[in-house]
Antibody, heavy 127, light 110 residues
């Protein structure tokens, strides 16, 4: 059974960098069938897709966060990571990592759905 | 990118059928059949309920069904049960190679 687990600091100071890692177990991150994504949810609010990465290194980011976000992959440790710079109180949220199903036609690859999720980790931005 | 539009709340009585809507644009919901629906109970991670507009993952009750017309996707829950009370989110692939969620609908079972 595939499992994803987020890890990282639960408290980050304003203007600093938020860093989280997602460890994947029960399956390989180096699969051509999937991307790996980050989603966040501010307290009491809805879901927001942050971005996704393919094991080969291709990345896709939410345009509203693109200038501050970086997602990387470590295939040797079956992990992928999120960095969000210059954080503010509005970045306080539960951060989820998830597996993203990938479908490729003859010309293009698409992200279809989030089928496995981590339990989520609350990151609070506060001094 | 703008979030897909979902009603903030919907309610129904046990045994009834309800339909949740998810409205996007010709660049996301209307352009691709990559619409999915997620159920989220308080304090829990979202759970995939419908993918590719109409398909149910293994283990999801056949009381849940999906459809799409133009730029609007819909999730129908038949035979409403108390355990269906949760937040529901739609998601779609977009022409910018990104993903977008709806704002979510809180379903109350009366």
């Amino acid at each position: 059974q595939l499992q994803l687990q987020e890890s990282g600091p639960g408290l980050v100071k304003p203007s600093e960098t938020l860093s989280l890692t997602c460890t994947v177990s029960g399956g390989s991150i180096s699969s051509s069938s999937y991307y790996w994504g980050w989603i966040r949810q501010p307290p009491g609010k809805g879901l927001e897709w942050i971005g996704s990465i393919y094991y080969g290194g291709s990345t896709y980011y939410n345009p509203s966060l693109k200038s501050r976000v970086s997602i990387s992959v470590d295939t040797s440790n079956n992990q992928f990571s999120l960095r969000l710079t210059s954080v503010a109180a509005a970045d306080t949220a539960v951060y989820y990592c998830a597996r993203v199903s990938r479908y490729c036609s003859t010309t293009t690859c698409y992200s279809k759905l989030f089928d496995y999720w981590g339990q989520g980790t609350l990151v609070t931005v506060s001094s | 990118q703008s979030a897909l539009t979902q009603p903030a709340s919907v309610s129904g009585s046990p045994g009834q059928s309800i339909t949740l809507s998810c409205t996007g644009t010709s660049s996301d919901v209307g352009a691709y059949n990559f619409v999915s629906w997620y159920q989220q109970h308080p304090g829990k991670a979202p759970k995939l309920m419908i993918y590719d507009v109409t398909n149910r993952p293994s283990g999801v009750s056949n009381r849940f069904s999906g459809s799409k017309s133009g730029n609007t996707a819909s999730l129908t829950i038949s035979g409403l049960q108390a355990e269906d009370e949760a937040d529901y989110y739609c998601s779609s692939y977009t022409s910018s190679s990104t993903l977008v969620f709806g704002g979510g609908t809180k379903l109350t079972v009366l």
